[in-house]
């Protein structure tokens, strides 16, 4: 504790993590309302951790600050998971929604920005808070909002644009842990959606079903010497293409090998028993997502958001308002109607206003009550890591511009 700071290390703060991940648990399996419209365990846990440390701070002045270098990790582990879990069908079949889904995310980029900075104008902040309220904070995520916020400060009149940024991204992940399950019930229930016929969860255990599959220490430690085989190819793809000048997160070129061993692997061993759609890499993948979710939603600092509450409200009520209106009268109709536009729209509710592993948390909390969508868990990961840092950049400088 420095001062007014307590500091959690790394392995503690982990240690904390696992404790409100089952705090969440108990309350969904409490709370008939949570379970109902899908709000995914580490979310709930997540909030409720978030808010004791906001009444410490209120009731003492100390601010809890977490060391999160494993939570990166584990994000690490489950994109390379969902990776093992592609089959070369899942991908074909991915072919023409990823096209939609990524032609309507790079237009709901700059709509995004529109929304930001008129609706800026209108309660009169300058325009570039719109931009910190839009596609670099709630698409873009922490990091962008970050990346952008010293340029915005320095040159467009936002002193405080770095806390703005961050505020917004903090607040935009909780509205998009908390849209994405009852716009999917919604949906379900309004246009009599049929669940999944598909077998195997890429993602998790399905509620209510027997369990068929037996899992022990084996199948256990054989899942994570594969992640781990994986991940080490993926690392050195990673340090290759950056040093070739292509700069991605490491979950990508994990996720990819992972996907090119998956579907090789198999074939030329076939004797071998491989993981994929198997309940203990289920089981990893799980508890991978709802670790990282919960870390991350714990370790928000409500208290720093205090001051900026009244406009940045305002705003983010918008761009909450759109997106659900997007989802349900663009987005739905034009990805089919069906089970996978349902999955989808439950993840560009988390990815639109949050970052992807919480579309994949929203995705998850959907298919553990109506069933897999394999190609929802293919697509969806490869239009946020691939396409949209890049197009968001030019997006941003376009309106920084006028």
């Given amino acids: 504790m420095t001062e007014n700071t307590i500091l959690v290390e790394d392995f503690l703060a982990y240690t904390i993590g696992i404790v409100v991940y089952f705090v969440g648990m108990k309350l969904n399996e409490r709370v008939q309302f949570l379970r109902t419209f899908n709000i995914p365990e580490p979310v709930t846990g997540g909030i409720i951790a978030a808010l004791v440390a906001l009444a410490l701070f209120m009731l003492t002045g100390a601010e809890l600050e977490y060391e999160l270098e494993t939570r990166d990790r584990l994000l690490v582990y489950f994109f390379t998971a969902i990776g093992l879990n592609a089959r070369i069908a ?36 300058p325009s570039a808070v719109g931009l910190l309220a839009g596609s670099a904070s709630l698409i873009g995520g922490h990091g962008t909002a970050i990346a952008w916020a010293p340029e915005i400060a320095a040159n467009h009149g936002v002193p405080n644009a770095l806390e703005i940024g961050v505020a917004s991204a903090t607040l935009g992940l909780v509205l998009a842990c908390l849209l994405g399950g009852p716009i999917a019930k919604y949906l379900i229930a309004r246009h009599n959606v049929a669940d999944s016929e598909h077998d195997g969860l890429l993602v998790g255990i399905p509620h209510e079903k027997e369990e068929t599959e037996r899992i022990n220490h084996v199948s256990i430690m054989a899942v994570i010497l594969t992640l781990h085989i994986a991940i080490i190819i993926g690392y050195f793809a990673n340090q290759a293409l950056t040093e070739a000048g292509f700069r991605l ?96 729209s439950a993840g560009f509710a988390g990815f639109s206003l949050g970052a992807t592993p919480t579309a994949i948390a929203n995705m998850t909390a959907v298919t ?27 997006v941003i400088q376009f309106f920084l511009r006028f």
């Fill in 368 to 394: 553990k009550t109506h069933g897999p969508a394999p190609t929802a868990f293919i697509i969806l990961p490869l239009v946020g890591a691939f396409f949209v840092d890049i197009t968001n950049a030019f």
């Fill in 249 to 344: 997160p490491l979950f990508v070129p994990c996720l990819l090998v992972a996907i090119m061993l998956s579907n090789t692997v198999p074939h030329i061993l076939p004797n071998m028993h491989w993981p994929a759609r198997t309940r203990a890499l289920a089981i990893l993948s799980d508890f991978s997502l709802g670790l990282f979710i919960a870390l991350s939603l714990m370790s928000m600092q409500l208290w720093s958001i205090a001051d900026l509450a009244g406009p940045l409200l305002i705003l983010l009520a918008l761009q909450a308002v759109a997106t659900v209106l997007f989802i349900l009268f663009v987005l739905f109709p034009l990805m089919g109607r069906n089970y996978l536009a349902t999955v989808l």
């Fill in 90 to 125: 899942d991908l074909r079949a991915g072919g023409r929604p990823l096209l939609i889904l990524l032609g309507l995310t790079l237009g709901y980029i700059v709509l995004q920005d529109v929304i930001g900075v008129v609706a800026a104008q209108a309660i009169g902040q």
